[in-house]
């Protein structure tokens, strides 16, 4: 029920993400072109959402931002995702010293308070870290990566719980017993037992992504204008909530919906794994 | 690991943070000499090699840090460029306005995200609304609800002010309603999702079977059996959860524009004030460590079975 409902949040979200060029051939507006004598305009039938302060569409730019969101959110999950599976199974597989090494360096970080980390990571040059600079496509990539850098924890725990679990198992022993290698015993009989934690840990790690890029892009550290992402949609609403308060609500309940499809959806494989 | 040696790893982190720190900042584009060149066109190529040679901004990097290192074993701290004032006397009035809100918002979080906890683990009925509640709830980004709530209070309403600090014969109290509230209600949905956990697991323990067996009443079962041991994974997570709360108060000052030390840290990143950067987010971190280690102080106190 949960992982149904959570699909459900996630899908038509992702859907109106997919759709937004359509819709916005539909409408016969450009999200990104500013109209400035009709701004803050009240919803109306072209501007089902009304504008904001250029002018834009507001409704076309929250689904703008659901690409912008979507793409950071599971780029930087999957990132996460790899780095934490692969640190997690060498930290169980290898034991002693590498598992002391990645778990201390997994604690050390969790440790840490992300978000002032965050803003000194994003307010690097990309340039110095050998990353394009200025270009939307660039920024999705810059944050994806700074927040999968903090957000592989959680993965490599959880993969580390499961797999020492199964390489403790009887038919671990009876497999290298029968001469199967290590690496074909970690590939074809460890990782798949890891799917469901690990599916976990990255839905979850979804949700804290897209909850960090919008914190960020608010701080005017993530996503740059004019790029719409919900969190610089929050900021320019937050400048305007006497004169338009509604531009302030629908990028979070965008945001709101999104972690919460990520939640539901993680909370229903854990409930069903165990 | 003994008290010594978490304090030993809290201190070789921070050596190792502030070398980390100093390189990322040292990345950052622009130094001091490029913002007063921006301020002051007529200073020419040959001002600026002269500053950056007389401030030894020239130097390799690591030269730089072992300068800057060596001046904090000596209790100097050095300038904030923006401020024009000694970094350590920015740090304390920032840091106690951080820990004032950080303080009452664990307070008020962990004490109703176990009252209802409790309550959802005690009345069966509760435990689903109150789950799936908590589970939405934690969705909700932190500043947006504080958006929210300034909307309704502050503007609408006009009741409590939208931001900043009280100012002489105001009441400081009223400064801080919304700012705790925010971040208050981001930890709560975890505080209660952990502690109806924990006391769903203490209720089915054997020892609980045995004293309803004794004829314990079913309150002093809760309080006097249950709830003891449901304490302990809860100040597990405020342990685990000083990172997060940390940051929620950095986004919190930066919404309600409260001078503390997440406030300190965004200007002095955004403004290139290195000095100021470095060492607040080196205290922002040593705090952090600390309040972790306090709570596992505290969690070895109260079970005997992690003595």
């Known amino acids: ?274 | 690991m003994s008290i010594a040696g978490r304090l030993l790893q809290i201190l070789l982190t921070t050596a190792l943070l502030s070398f980390v720190f100093f390189m990322l900042i040292g990345l950052m584009p622009g130094d001091p000499i490029d913002l007063a060149i921006a301020g002051d066109p007529r200073l020419s190529a040959e001002d600026a090699a002269r500053l950056r040679a007389l401030y030894g901004l020239d130097r390799p990097l690591v030269e730089r840090y072992l300068a800057w290192a060596g001046g904090v074993l000596e209790g100097r701290f050095g300038y904030s460029r923006l401020f024009a004032q000694p970094v350590a006397d920015l740090l304390w009035p920032a840091l106690r306005s951080t820990l004032l809100l950080v303080g009452l918002a664990l307070l008020i979080a962990a004490g109703a995200g176990v009252a209802f906890g409790v309550a959802a683990a005690l009345k069966q009925g509760l435990a689903g609304p109150i789950g799936l509640i908590a589970l939405l709830a934690q969705a909700v980004p932190g500043f947006w609800l504080g958006i929210l709530l300034i909307m309704i209070f502050a503007v609408t309403l006009g009741w409590l002010p939208a931001g900043g600090m009280a100012e002489e014969g105001e009441a400081a109290w009223r400064f801080l309603v919304l700012p705790v509230a925010t971040l208050a209600f981001a930890q709560l949905a975890a505080y209660t999702r952990h502690a109806a956990a924990a006391m769903a697991d203490a209720l089915r323990a054997p020892w609980i079977r045995t004293a309803r067996a004794r004829g314990a009443s079913e309150a002093r079962i809760a309080w006097q059996h249950a709830f003891p041991n449901a304490a302990v994974p809860v100040i597990t997570l405020i342990g685990l959860d000083a990172g997060a709360l940390v940051s929620g108060a950095v986004i919190t000052e930066a919404l309600f524009a409260r001078p503390g030390m997440g406030k300190l840290i965004y200007d002095a990143v955004m403004g290139n004030d290195s000095n100021l950067a470095l060492l607040a987010l080196l205290v922002v971190a040593v705090v952090t460590m600390l309040g972790s280690l306090a709570a596992d102080l505290a969690q070895r106190a109260l079970d005997p079975r992690l003595r």
């Open chain 1, 1 to 274: 029920m949960r992982i149904a409902a959570g699909l459900l949040l996630l899908g038509v979200i992702a859907a109106g993400a997919l759709a937004a060029p359509w819709l916005a051939a539909a409408l016969g507006h450009d999200p990104f072109a500013p109209d400035l004598l009709n701004r803050y305009a009240p919803p109306s039938a072209t501007h089902p959402l009304g504008t904001d302060e250029l002018g834009r569409d507001v409704a076309l730019r929250l689904l703008w931002g659901a690409r912008v969101s979507l793409a950071v959110g599971l780029l930087s999950a999957l990132i996460a995702a790899a780095v934490g599976t692969l640190a997690g199974l060498v930290a169980a597989w290898r034991g002693g010293l590498w598992d002391g090494l990645l778990m201390r360096l997994a604690d050390a970080l969790l440790a840490l308070p992300a978000l002032p980390l965050l803003i000194i990571l994003s307010a690097l040059d990309p340039a110095a870290i050998g990353l394009p600079r200025g270009q939307a496509m660039a920024d999705v990539l810059r944050i994806a990566l700074i927040l999968a850098a903090f957000g592989w924890m959680g993965v490599a725990r959880l993969a580390r719980a499961a797999a020492l679990t199964v390489l403790a198992m009887e038919f671990v022993r009876a497999a290298r017993a029968l001469g199967v290698g290590e690496g074909r015993l970690l590939l074809r009989h460890v990782l798949p037992a890891l799917a469901s934690p690990v599916a976990v840990a990255t839905a979850l790690a979804v949700a804290g992504a897209i909850l960090a890029e919008s914190a960020l892009s608010f701080l005017g550290l993530g996503i740059a204008p004019p790029a719409p992402s919900w969190g610089n949609m929050l900021a320019h609403a937050q400048e305007a909530l006497f004169e338009a308060p509604l531009l302030a609500l629908w990028p979070g309940l965008m945001i709101l919906a999104t972690v919460a499809g990520c939640t539901l959806l993680a909370d229903g494989i854990r409930r069903r794994g165990a």
